[in-house]
Nanobody, 118 residues
Framework: VQLQASGGGLVQAGDSLRLSCAASGRTISSYTMAWFRQAPGKEREFVAACSWNGGSTDYADSVKGRFTISRDNAKNTVYLQMNSLKPEDTAVYYC????????????WGQGTLVTVSS
């Protein structure tokens, strides 16, 4: 599975962005999918995860109520809607297959940079 994240950019605090993670090579319809992020000088951290049909979601406490993960299996794509962005949300955002746990066999996308200015 190849994952391509997109939609990042430079925004101001309080703005919104929607990230997309488009998969190719194989359908992701049976996979739980997740978003992670890595801020400069920090470890990669879990952001959100979504079950195969979107029926179950999981969020980091830091984004709960502001971010929404969703998916369109017909388009083989997962989304991350980010509202009320804060400067501390600045990071490279990655999508991957699987849940919040990092496993050696997960597929990762290449990341998209989100910069939130104050």
């Amino acid at each position: 599975v190849q994952l391509q994240a997109s939609g990042g950019g430079l925004v101001q605090a309080g703005d919104s962005l929607r990230l997309s993670c488009a998969a190719s090579g194989r359908t992701i319809s049976s996979y739980t999918m997740a978003w992670f992020r890595q801020a400069p000088g920090k470890e990669r951290e879990f952001v959100a995860a979504c079950s195969w049909n979107g029926g179950s979601t999981d969020y980091a406490d830091s984004v709960k109520g502001r971010f929404t993960i969703s998916r369109d299996n017909a388009k083989n794509t997962v989304y991350l809607q980010m509202n009320s962005l804060k400067p501390e949300d600045t990071a490279v955002y990655y999508c991957k297959t699987g849940p919040r746990a990092i496993r050696g066999f997960d597929y990762w996308g290449q990341g998209t940079l989100v910069t939130v200015s104050s």
